[in-house]
Antibody, heavy 124, light 107 residues
Framework: EVQLVESGGGLVQPGGSLRLSCAAS????????MDWVRQAPGKGLEWVGR??????????EYAASVKGRFTISRDDSKNSLFLQMNSLKTEDTAVYYC???????????????WGPGTLVTVSS | DIQMTQSPSAMSASVGDRVSITCRAS??????LVWFQQKPGKVPQRLIY???TLQSGVPSRFSGTGSGTDFTLTISCLQPEDFATYYC?????????FGGGTKVEIK
C-alpha cells in the first residue's frame, strides 16, 4: 500500500525557516517525480513545486510564489522528500501535502496518492 | 502561466441530480488534466486523470470529458457522499495550476 506521511510543520515567525519531510513507503520512491501542494486555511489547492527522479537529474520546478525561498530535495536511500522553506511569510500559512507524480507508470500514478498533510503556521 | 477557470464556484443540488462542473484552460493543454474531490478536513482524492480516465475504485457515475481548453466533470446521479469541493489541475506545463474549486452543496 502506498503511504506518504509528512512531518515537520509547526509555528514559525515571519522571516523564519522550516524544513518539512515526507516519508514514503509501499512503492519504488526513487522512480517517481514528487510534488508538494499546499492549501491555506479555507482556500483552494496551490501547487508548490516538483522534484524529478535521478534519471532526470533531480531537477526541480517551483511556483512563482515560492521560487527563491523554497527548495525541494530528496533522499532516495531513505525514501524521503523534503521541503526547505526560508524567508517565510504569513501567506505561506497552509497545510502542506506531498504527492507522488510521474514514473514509468505514466499518468496512472500521477497525483494518485497524497499524505495527510502537515500544518505550517507563520505568525508573530 | 496557464490559468484554469473553474465554474461554477459553488452550486446547490439535490440527491439524484445530474451535475456538471467545467474547467477552462487559458491555452491548450491536450488531455493533461486531473479532477479531485475534497471533503472538509480530508485529503484530496483523485477521481479522473488524463481528462477522462476514471480512477480505479471511483463510482462510474463520475465521468470526465474534454481536450484542449474545455473540460467537464459530470456526476450523473448525485449521491449524499458526493457533496464536497471539486478541483481541476492542469499538468501540461509549469507551473502546474489548479482551478479555484467548485463547492457542491445540498439543496
Amino acid at each position: 500500500e502506498v503511504q506518504l506521511v509528512e512531518s515537520g510543520g509547526g509555528l514559525v515567525q515571519p522571516g523564519g525557516s522550516l524544513r518539512l519531510s515526507c516519508a514514503a513507503s509501499g512503492f519504488t520512491f526513487s522512480d517517481h517525480y514528487m510534488d508538494w501542494v499546499r492549501q491555506a486555511p479555507g482556500k483552494g489547492l496551490e501547487w508548490v513545486g516538483r522534484i524529478r527522479n535521478k534519471g532526470s537529474s533531480y531537477s526541480t520546478e517551483y511556483a512563482a510564489s515560492v521560487k527563491g525561498r523554497f527548495t525541494i530535495s530528496r533522499d532516495d536511500s531513505k525514501n524521503s522528500l523534503f521541503l526547505q522553506m526560508n524567508s517565510l511569510k504569513t501567506e505561506d500559512t497552509a497545510v502542506y501535502y506531498c504527492t507522488r507524480a510521474y514514473s514509468s507508470c505514466g499518468n496512472k500514478c500521477n497525483f494518485d496518492s497524497w499524505g495527510p498533510g502537515t500544518l505550517v503556521t507563520v505568525s508573530s | 502561466d496557464i490559468q484554469m477557470t473553474q465554474s461554477p464556484s459553488a452550486m446547490s443540488a439535490s440527491v439524484g441530480d445530474r451535475v456538471s462542473i467545467t474547467c477552462r484552460a487559458s491555452q491548450g493543454i491536450s488531455n493533461s488534466l486531473v479532477w479531485f474531490q475534497q471533503k472538509p478536513g480530508k485529503v484530496p482524492q483523485r477521481l479522473i486523470y488524463a481528462a477522462s480516465t476514471l480512477q480505479s475504485g471511483v463510482p462510474s457515475r463520475f465521468s470526465g470529458t474534454g481536450s484542449g481548453t474545455d473540460f467537464t466533470l459530470t456526476i450523473s446521479c448525485l449521491q449524499p457522499e458526493d457533496f464536497a469541493t471539486y478541483y481541476c489541475l492542469q499538468y501540461s506545463s509549469y507551473p502546474l495550476t489548479f482551478g479555484g474549486g467548485t463547492k457542491v452543496e445540498i439543496k
